[in-house]
């Protein structure tokens, strides 16, 4: 059963930069996209973007400027960094895997990071 | 950019009534690319039903989706008390992959 473990800093300033991982055990990240998700607190979920195991990627275009999303096929890790934060960056962050046959979703998601961005 | 409606914003029912939700897009949405989600508090969400109206391994019959174009529905037969949640649609048709604002089915 896959399972997807997202760690990182849970404190960032202000005009820094937020990094995260993503350690994907139980299966391999070959062949799959692999998104970012977050959640501000009390509100409701926003699509970052996705990665493809070949390093192919799609961001929203309300983050794109900021987002930077990396694979390492040897250690079975994804990374998300998001740079110049502010305090509206605060939120809980998940990785969730997509599967497109049949259907598109996301099948397995990380329990998730928060990231407080403060001074 | 495909923008997701959800309606209502909270759907106030009683354990055994029928729970119906409303996720309409701004564009038409391929089918095979609208999901929904259930999001339970302090956990992350998990997969109900993909391709519009295909369950999720282990997710209970009650649970049904529906729809096709602009307007989708997920559909509760009979709520059980683990039921009551926030519940988000998504769709995977065109980028970006917009979820819907959610609907919270609480207990009236």
């Known amino acids: 059963q896959v399972q997807l473990q997202e760690s990182g800093p849970g404190l960032v300033k202000p005009s820094e930069t937020l990094s995260l991982t993503c350690t994907v055990s139980?299966?391999?990240?070959?062949?799959?996209?692999w998104s970012w998700i977050r959640q501000p607190p009390g509100k409701g979920l926003e699509w970052i973007g996705y990665i493809y195991y070949t390093g192919s990627t799609n961001y929203d275009p309300s983050l794109k400027s900021r987002v930077t999303m990396s694979v390492d096929t040897s250690k079975n890790q994804l990374s998300l960094k998001l740079s110049s934060v502010t305090e509206a960056d605060t939120a809980i962050y998940y990785c969730a895997r997509y599967r497109g046959v049949g259907g598109g979703r996301f099948d397995c998601w990380g329990q998730g990071a928060l990231v407080t961005v403060s001074s | 950019e495909i923008v997701l409606t959800q309606s209502p914003g909270t759907l106030s029912l009683s354990p055994g009534e029928r729970a119906t939700l409303s996720c309409r897009a701004s564009q038409s949405v391929s089918s095979s690319y609208l999901a929904w989600y259930q999001q339970k508090p302090g956990q992350a969400p998990r997969l109900l039903i993909y391709?519009?109206?295909s369950r999720a391994t282990g997710i209970p019959d009650r649970f049904s989706g529906s729809g096709s174009g602009t307007d989708f529905t997920l559909t509760i037969s009979r709520l059980e008390s683990e039921d009551f949640a926030v519940y988000y649609c998504q769709q995977y048709g065109s980028s970006p992959w917009a979820f819907g604002q959610g609907t919270k089915v609480e207990i009236k």
């Open positions: 391709g519009a109206s």
């Open positions: 139980g299966g391999s990240i070959i062949s799959y996209y």
